[in-house]
C-alpha cells in the first residue's frame, strides 16, 4: 500500500478533522431546516425569527376583527439588567436579569377606524380605561400569517394625531401605543381573512379648523399633537408579571400657522387673555378640528378641542431678502381632547 494513502480523505479508518466536522453539521443543520422537520425549532424561537423579517401586510386582530395598519413595531418581552450592591470580591459589579417586562407596540393606522379600535380610543380619551386582547400580525403578500405576536391586558398610552398642512400631498396617520401587561410570540396560523372594506387614506390637506370668534379660513399649518396616558407597573406578589394602573392622562397643547394679514381676531383674544389678564375660564374657547374626505364635502374625524386658552402669539421667523407670505404662529393649552366619526 503506498505511504500516502494513509493521507487520503476516503480512507474509512480516517477520524475526519475539525472543519470537515463542522462543515457536515453545517450541512445538516441546513438540510433539516430547509425540510421542515419536526422540532427542530420551537414555535415560539420560529416566530420571533419570522417576525424580525419584513412582512408585506401588518395587522391589528382586536375582538376578532381584522384591522389593516400602515406598520407596526415593539411588544417583545424584554428584561432589565440589574446590578447588585458592590462587593470586594469578586472586584466587580454583579449583574443578573431581572423579572420580563412587554415592551409598548407603537402602531401607524389609518385616521378613520373601525368600531373596535375607534371606541379603544375614545375610550382612552374619555379617561374610560379599557383592557384588551388581541394579537399583532404580520403576514406575506397573500395574507399568509408569518408571524403573531399575542398581547393581554394592553392599554392606550399613547395617541398621537398627525400635522395638518394645506401645502402638504401626503397622506397621514394616527400613531398608537399601548401598554400589554404581558405578549407571547407565536407562529402563524395560516391565512387571515383580509376585512370587505378597505381603509380610507387621509391627506393630510384635507382639514378644516372652526374656533368660535376667531378667523380660521387661513390656516396653513395645525403641528402634530400627542395624548399621552401616564402608568404605574405595580408588582403581583411573587409573579414575575406587573399590573399598570392608570394615572392622569396629559393633554397637549395645540400650535397652528397662519397668514399675519387674517391673525386680527387672535391677536385680540391674545390681547384679553395675556396681556390684559382676562385668563378666566369664560374667555376660553371650543375648537374642532375636522378630517375631510377628497371632496372636501364630508367628514371623516372630527377632534374636539375643549377649554382653549391662548398664551404665545408672535411672527415667524422670515429670512431676509426672501418673497413669502408674512405669517404668524399661535399656541393654545387645552384641557381635554375627544373625538366622533363623521359620516364618511
Known amino acids: 500500500m503506498d505511504s500516502n494513502d494513509s493521507n487520503h480523505p476516503g480512507n474509512k479508518n480516517e477520524r475526519p478533522s475539525r472543519r470537515e466536522f463542522l462543515t457536515r ?19 415560539g424561537a420560529q416566530a420571533a425569527l419570522q417576525s424580525s ?35 470586594s ?38 379617561m374610560n380605561f379599557i383592557r384588551k386582547n388581541g394579537a399583532v400580525i404580520t403576514t406575506d403578500f397573500n395574507y399568509v400569517e408569518q408571524s403573531r405576536l399575542q398581547f393581554n ?14 401645502a402638504s400631498k401626503d397622506p397621514g396617520f394616527l400613531t398608537l401605543k399601548f401598554a400589554p401587561e404581558f405578549t407571547t410570540p407565536l407562529a402563524g396560523k395560516g391565512t387571515v381573512t383580509t ?16 374656533i368660535p370668534g376667531l378667523d380660521c379660513t ?15 407597573p405595580e408588582a403581583i406578589g411573587l409573579a414575575r408579571d406587573f399590573v399598570k394602573q392608570p394615572g392622569t392622562l396629559e393633554f397637549p397643547n395645540l400650535a397652528l400657522t397662519l397668514s ?27 375648537g374642532t378640528l375636522e378630517l375631510l374626505d377628497p371632496t372636501l364635502t364630508t367628514t371623516l374625524l372630527t377632534i374636539t378641542f375643549n377649554h382653549l386658552g391662548i398664551f404665545a402669539f408672535g411672527p415667524e421667523k422670515v429670512a431676509a431678502g426672501t418673497d413669502t407670505i408674512r405669517r404668524v404662529k399661535v399656541e393654545m393649552y387645552c384641557e381635554q381632547i375627544t373625538i366622533a366619526p363623521g359620516k364618511g
Open 153 to 166: 391586558n394592553a392599554v392606550i398610552t399613547e395617541i398621537g394625531f398627525p400635522a395638518c398642512e394645506g
Open 260 to 286: 399675519e394679514s387674517s391673525a386680527g381676531t387672535f391677536y385680540a383674544w391674545f390681547q384679553d387673555m395675556v396681556l390684559r389678564g382676562k385668563a378666566g375660564e369664560e374667555s376660553e374657547k371650543i
Open 89 to 126: 470580591v469578586p472586584p466587580f459589579v454583579k449583574k443578573h436579569v431581572g423579572p420580563p417586562r412587554s415592551q409598548e407596540v407603537v402602531m401607524e393606522c389609518f385616521p378613520i377606524m373601525p368600531k373596535q379600535l375607534l371606541e379603544w380610543v375614545t375610550n382612552t380619551l374619555n
Open 53 to 87: 423579517m419584513t412582512g408585506a401586510h401588518s395587522m391589528l386582530e382586536l375582538e376578532g376583527e381584522v384591522i389593516p395598519v400602515k406598520s407596526v413595531d415593539g411588544g417583545f418581552p424584554k428584561a432589565d439588567v440589574i446590578l447588585d450592591p458592590p462587593n
Open 195 to 210: 376585512p370587505k372594506s378597505t381603509q380610507k387614506i387621509w391627506p393630510k390637506s384635507n382639514y378644516r379648523l372652526a
Open 25 to 43: 453539521v453545517g450541512f445538516m443543520a441546513g438540510g433539516m431546516a430547509l425540510f421542515g422537520l419536526p422540532n427542530f425549532r420551537s414555535s
Open 218 to 232: 387661513q390656516v396653513s399649518k395645525i403641528e402634530a399633537f400627542t395624548v399621552k396616558q401616564k402608568f404605574a
